[in-house]
């Protein structure tokens, strides 16, 4: 679908000429001015054609260092104040992800388009409900899932899809983060009602989400949830074998247990082994490709990765939705399939709670859809260890 430029949707909402087409071309608002926020600031800084022009955050002290810090000139304590006075055409949404969901859609209904930072949502029917909301306003959501971006990524996609690497047989995703105990003090952290999930949804999404960006759509998963050390309700690490559509089976580990941080990817398939090591973000020498046995120089050589180097992160991300929003194309093809990393993590949590294997298919069940609570094996010292009863 062709989507309004942003200063033709204003002009058409103030009955003025598209004519005046002043600087800039799209308003920008951030909601939420946590740690994240500040990355979301600078990369929209570094964007032709886009303005900050407002910011919202309950917290007074918190908003006005923000607001000092990335020059915004507009600052509100709610989102409710911020949309009533300022013609948005895209909110960044940076808070806990209790709210997304309703956040979202108050922004879809002022007419703006929403990047909302991971979770999206705290279960698939929320995040349902903002995929309906965005259609019916006519504007686009996407979740911020920066590790698909960046010229790296770009290239092994275009490999494995055009199959010069052979069929993809098998996978590991890996997600070895550490976390203290201080890290879990905020109030929302470590709990089902408020952070929807632990380590598999709050860390490991990143890496499952850019591993089936690369391999495409699933088709089953089986997944166990242990509790090692935090004393939180969610879970501190995660095991799941993954089935995609293609028939490469994945290892998926989600752990924030691990002194020697890293993010992981390693695919083989029949031509070719890739592998990526990285923490939060990667670059160009953070990935390999090995050739099998047999293919010549030549063909191994076509696979190198391009001269020109984009590293992923906030900065790529946003350099390929702002530009398409502006020029009303609405949102690219790099944030498509907003929902699949939460489907496979809702997936995990059902095959934990439930003891079985599950299908992408069995999710069209409303009953699957909600929210992500699973039995946790505690394997602390002096608890009982071993899947809980029932």
């Not at 808070?95 to 209904?109: C, E, V």
């Amino acid at each position: 679908m062709s989507l309004s430029s942003p200063v033709e949707k204003r002009s058409a909402q103030r009955g003025t000429a598209p004519a005046e087409r002043t600087a800039p071309l799209l308003r920008a608002a951030i909601l939420g001015t946590g740690g994240v926020a500040h990355l979301h600031a600078a990369a929209l800084r570094s964007l032709s054609g886009v303005e900050l022009v407002a910011a919202a955050d309950p917290s007074a002290e918190h908003l006005a260092a923000f607001a000092e810090a990335h020059a915004v000139p507009f600052r509100y304590t709610t989102l409710e104040e911020l949309l009533a006075a300022q013609p948005i055409d895209v909110l960044h949404v940076c808070t806990p992800p209790g709210g997304h969901a309703d956040q979202s859609i108050a922004a879809f209904a002022a007419g703006a388009h929403v990047v909302v930072e991971k979770p999206a949502a705290l279960s698939l029917t929320a995040l349902d409900t903002m995929t309906r909301a965005a259609g019916a306003a006519g504007r686009g959501l996407a979740v911020v899932f920066q590790q698909r971006s960046g010229t790296a990524a770009a290239h092994v996609k275009a490999l494995l899809d055009s199959g010069a690497l052979g069929r993809p047989l098998s996978a590991l995703c890996q997600t070895h983060w550490y976390r203290t105990a201080e890290y879990f003090a905020v109030p929302w952290r470590g709990t089902w009602a408020t952070e929807g999930g632990g380590t598999t949804l709050s860390h490991g999404s990143h890496q499952i989400d850019l591993l089936a960006y690369l391999l495409g759509e699933w088709s089953a998963v089986h997944a166990t949830m242990w509790r090692q050390q935090h004393d939180v309700e969610t879970e501190d690490l995660s095991h799941g074998s993954l089935v995609f559509a293609s028939g490469a089976v994945a290892s998926v580990v989600s752990t924030v247990l691990a002194p020697r941080e890293s993010s992981l990817l390693r695919i083989d398939t029949e031509r070719a082994t890739i592998e990526l090591e990285h923490l939060y973000g990667h670059g160009h020498a953070h990935w390999r490709i090995t050739p099998a046995p047999g293919v010549d120089e030549e063909t191994s050589a076509s696979w190198d990765l391009p001269e020109q180097e984009i590293p992923s992160g906030h900065d790529a991300l946003f350099a390929e939705i702002h530009p398409s929003l502006i020029a009303g194309r609405g949102m690219p093809g790099l944030v498509a399939h907003p929902a699949r990393a939460l489907e496979i993590i809702t997936g995990m949590y059902v095959s934990a709670r439930e003891g079985r294997w599950v299908s992408r298919a069995d999710l069209t069940d409303p009953a699957l859809r909600g929210g992500l609570a699973a039995p946790v094996i505690d394997g602390r010292p002096g608890t009982p260890a071993g899947p809980p009863a029932g």
